[in-house]
């Protein structure tokens, strides 16, 4: 397929750009940040998502979304990223839907309704430990009457506080380390034994260590099938993978146009420092590496779309391509312009901050990097 948009999609990119610019500009952001919001995002702004329709792009037509793809939940994702909009976007309408769609009728009933009117967040209950590494998961959930009971702990919970639903992902069988004997699990968040601490991170949003002691579910909580969740595990990853290479780029973007606008204005010695050729040379690097990046960010989506076997290559490809190319992006923005490009009266800094937390959701590039190498024999 191409590489760029056809008509449909750039009208929903128009519709998202112009949404994010006006409801949820980086000015949104710093009036969260600054009145301490315990949730990091706002709920009625998360209740627009839904009456445009966002929050069902990848919900099937069957059970009241758009049954569109990776691509347009990407398109919505990047103008995020642009606009550094705090939202539960990515985990609940991208990630979390993902892995609902292997749920039986009965569960996708109970959660979708209130995913797609704006009104229900998911959080993702997968690392459990400073990096991420799901293979590693160990903890239990051990068969009680006619369902489980669950022990352990999980990091790195974004919305793990404030969300509705969490998706637990936990050993039936197995050991850390294999990948077989993984189940995953929907668990309300106000369920007996549930705990969370709750953090903030470095871009403002919250997060949450989350403990399970005892928690009781029932059969009917298992998503997909009993010991045979890494297959699950591994599409709802594949999502939110690629769904945060997507707002990196919009973040990469959103600092590079930033610092290309500042290089026009700022005078030095009397002339514009855009006019200093050795800036010119790093911002037209730096436009190079974004327009790449995103490149390969879009063909994993539409690998992912097309259900082709290279997606899995290419959305570690596009994981860390993006969270090179925005760490660029982001550094040549502080760098550029100079000693104001430190302080909080000026954006750049917080796109540096969402920079670093996308970074590290669901595997850093290093992380994706070593995947590529090993996926292709070394």
């Known amino acids: 397929m191409p590489l760029f948009l056809n008509d449909d999609q750039s009208m929903l990119q128009d519709t998202a750009r112009d949404f994010m610019a006006g409801e949820a500009p980086v000015a949104h952001l710093r009036e969260f940040r ?9 709920h009625d702004l998360w209740k627009q998502f839904g009456e445009m329709g966002f929050t069902g792009i990848l919900v099937g037509e069957e059970d009241g979304g758009l049954g569109l793809g990776h691509v347009e939940a990407g398109i919505v994702l990047e103008e995020i990223g642009r606009n550094l909009t705090p939202s539960p ?18 569960m996708r009933q109970r959660w979708f309704p209130g995913i797609l009117s704006g009104e229900t967040v998911l959080g993702l209950a997968i690392d459990e430990g400073a990096k991420h590494r799901p293979e590693n998961i160990a903890m239990k959930a051990e068969r009680s009457g006619n ?95 690629t769904g945060a290479a997507s707002e990196m780029v919009g973040v990469g973007t959103g600092a590079m146009d930033m610092t290309v606008n500042y290089l026009k204005e700022r005078k030095q010695f009397g002339t514009l420092i855009g006019a200093f050729q050795a800036l010119q040379h790093r911002a037209a690097h730096l436009y ?49 312009h100079g000693g104001i490009g430190m ?32 996926m292709n024999g070394y």
């Open 34 to 42: 600054d009145k301490n919001c315990k949730d990091g995002f706002s």
């Open 89 to 106: 976007f990515l985990t609940t309408s991208v990630a979390g839907v993902e892995a609902l769609k292997a749920a039986g009728e009965d």
């Open 147 to 241: 369902g489980f009971k669950l022990n352990g702990k999980k990091d790195f919970v974004v919305q793990g506080a404030s969300a509705d639903m969490l998706i637990v992902a936990a050993r039936t069988g197995g050991s850390a380390g294999e990948t077989e004997g993984l189940t995953l699990f929907a668990v309300e968040r106000e369920a007996a034994g549930v705990s969370a601490d709750a953090v903030r991170l470095v871009d403002s949003a919250m997060a949450a260590h989350v403990a399970f002691d005892n928690v009781e579910v029932t059969a009917d909580a298992v998503i997909g099938e009993v010991d045979q969740g890494w297959d699950v595990l591994t599409r709802m990853l594949r999502a939110g993978r």
């Open 288 to 336: 190079s590496e974004m327009e790449i990046a995103r490149s390969v960010v879009l063909k994993a989506q539409q690998l992912l779309d097309e259900g082709n076997d290279g997606a899995e290559l290419m959305v570690s490809v596009a994981k860390a391509k993006a969270g090179r190319a925005a760490n660029l992006a982001v550094r040549e923005g502080v760098q550029m």
């Open 343 to 374: 302080t909080d009266e000026y954006d750049i800094g917080l796109y540096m901050k969402r920079d670093r937390a996308l970074a590290e959701f669901m595997g850093d590039a290093n992380f994706h990097a070593n995947l590529v190498a090993e």
